[in-house]
Nanobody, 122 residues
Framework: QVQLVESGGGLVQAGDSLRLSCAAS????????MGWFRQAPGKEREFVAA????????YYADSVKGRFTISRDNAKNTVYLQMNSLKPEDTAVYYC???????????????WGQGTQVTVAS
């Protein structure tokens, strides 16, 4: 029903900003809640942020609150993650996810992208 492809990752210095994009395909995209997760080597996959189908509500992990912003543009079938004040501990592979609502996204997302690497140097 929906395919997800992340982009925008790269190597940055601590304190820099980066914007990730997740391009979706499928005619039902606008009906899905979306989210971002990340996974560092040797660690479990971690919830980062989620957004409702119309962008009316957003949710963030405490570790990124105040620094990261999730948004979406349904006309472009794209969800974004704006990352500011990046820290070395933000280094991970970032994954885009989709589900029927934000609870489903956070607990058992139906669709996942392939991931994009974000590396933050000290």
């Amino acid at each position: 029903q929906v395919q997800l492809v992340e982009s925008g990752g790269g190597l940055v210095q601590a304190g820099d900003s980066l914007r990730l994009s997740c391009a979706a395909s499928g005619r039902t995209f606008s009906s899905y809640a979306m989210g971002w997760f990340r996974q560092a080597p040797g660690k479990e996959r971690e919830f980062v942020a989620a957004i409702t189908w119309n962008g009316g509500s957003t949710y963030y992990a405490d570790s990124v609150k105040g620094r990261f912003t999730i948004s979406r543009d349904n006309a472009k079938n794209t969800v974004y993650l704006q990352m500011n004040s990046l820290k070395p501990e933000d280094t991970a592979v970032y994954y885009c996810a989709a589900g029927q609502n934000t609870y489903v996204v956070r607990t058992s997302a139906t669709y996942w992208g392939q991931g994009t690497q974000v590396t933050v140097a000290s």
